[in-house]
């Protein structure tokens, strides 16, 4: 059973800085696509960013040049750079796998993949 855990999220002002983690296990498999997905109070899912086995990653055009995703060597944990934050980046914060897919891997798919974690806050303050 794929497990996901999620944490790093918090509060911070306009132009800060978060680092999220997902720290996973249970995986079968190491030909995958992860990633990140958000989602804002009456608003729908939105991938934000995906990287797939080569390390090969995907943005969605609202975070590039802001956001950057990592996995660690063993592939157990993903990251999520967050800087230059702005309000508009307030939502609940997923981290989503698939070995259904394993690339390439668009980030606007992210919110399909079959395993996700129970999600962390990101709030940004103007």
């Known amino acids: 059973q794929v497990r996901l855990v999620e944490s790093g999220g918090g509060s911070v002002q306009a132009g800060g800085s978060l680092r999220l983690s997902c720290a996973g296990s249970?995986?079968?498999?190491?030909?995958?696509?992860m990633g990140w997905f958000r989602q804002a109070p009456g608003k729908e899912r939105e991938g934000v960013a995906s990287?797939?086995?080569?390390?090969?990653?995907d943005y969605a055009d609202s975070v590039k040049g802001r956001f950057a995703i990592s996995k660690d060597a063993a592939e157990n944990t993903l990251y999520l750079e967050m800087n230059t934050l702005k309000p508009g980046d307030t939502a609940m914060y997923y981290c989503?796998?698939?070995?259904?897919?394993?690339?390439?891997?668009?980030?606007?798919?992210?919110?399909?993949?079959?395993?996700r974690g129970q999600g962390t806050q990101v709030t940004v303050s103007s």
């Open positions: 989503a796998t698939t070995d259904l897919l394993i690339g390439p891997c668009p980030s606007d798919l992210v919110p399909r993949y079959n395993y």
């Open positions: 249970g995986y079968t498999s190491r030909r995958r696509c």
């Open positions: 990287i797939d086995s080569a390390g090969n990653s």
